[in-house]
T-cell receptor, first 118, second 109 residues
Framework: GAVVSQHPSRVICKSGTSVKIECRSL??????MFWYRQFPKQSLMLMAT?????????EQGVEKDKFLINHASLTLSTLTVTSAHPEDSSFYIC??????????????FGQGTRLTVV | DAKTTQPPSMDCAEGRAANLPCNHS???????VYWYRQIHSQGPQYIIH???NNETNEMASLIITEDRKSSTLILPHATLRDTAVYYC??????????FGAGTTVTVRA
């Protein structure tokens, strides 16, 4: 199946600093990628839709100035957590769908990034 | 997306079939039933999806009732590596997925 890779898999940062997480589709192009967040013992919550060449679309309650998304190419989306605080500690997961949206394929997920803010 | 209801947890024996139920009584005609699973501290993994007909692939079988109000995911021969949280999702698209609480499946030796 198609492969989506996230980097880093784990990161620890100090409060107040920024952290960038990369999401790459390794063997397909994805005009749209998705970013989720998962707190311990909870389910995944969609944060935003990343669109290649245009602005990201954020879900209600997600601060766009805090979670900066850049989708610079058809195989790479980045999520930057700015001025991170301990409450931002979470498991961040991206997904991508090969081909054109609506063609009824499955979404492929990255392995996730565990962010710990100390 | 239509709401889905799954049991919070279930145990099954290694080597036996695991049958995971899901209710989606308000599913609309253009919504598919998707199943994903998430092994601890990993990203979700696609398992199978279907609209009306039963589906089978190398991982599992999906049985959808005729009225489409419920479905069952069948893992034919559960192994310890199948221990995970299994998510049933009803959606009219394959990309913007709403995850519920899922079923925590524990396969025991």
């Amino acid at each position: 199946g198609a492969v989506v890779s996230q980097h880093p898999s784990r990161v620890i940062c100090k409060s107040g600093t920024s952290v960038k997480i990369e999401c790459r589709s390794l063997d397909f192009q994805a005009t749209t990628m998705f970013w989720y967040r998962q707190f311990p013992k909870q389910s995944l919550m969609l944060m935003a839709t990343s669109n290649e060449g245009s602005k990201a679309t954020y879900e209600q309650g997600v601060e766009k100035d805090k979670f900066l998304i850049n989708h610079a190419s058809l195989t790479l989306s980045t999520l930057t957590v700015t001025s991170a605080h301990p409450e931002d500690s979470s498991f961040y997961i991206c997904s991508a769908v090969p081909g054109t949206l609506g063609e009824n394929t499955e979404a492929f997920f990255g392995q996730g990034t565990r962010l710990t803010v100390v | 997306d239509a709401k889905t209801t799954q049991p919070p947890s279930m145990d099954c024996a290694e080597g036996r079939a695991a049958n995971l139920p899901c209710n989606h009584s308000t599913i609309s005609g253009n919504e598919y039933v998707y199943w994903y699973r998430q092994i601890h501290s990993q990203g979700p993994q696609y398992i199978i999806h279907g609209l009306k007909n039963n589906e089978t692939n190398e991982m599992a079988s999906l049985i959808i009732t005729e009225d489409r109000k419920s479905s069952t995911l069948i893992l034919p021969h559960a192994t310890l590596r199948d221990t995970a949280v299994y998510y049933c999702i009803a959606s009219d698209n394959d990309y913007k997925l709403s995850f519920g609480a899922g079923t925590t499946v524990t396969v025991r030796a």
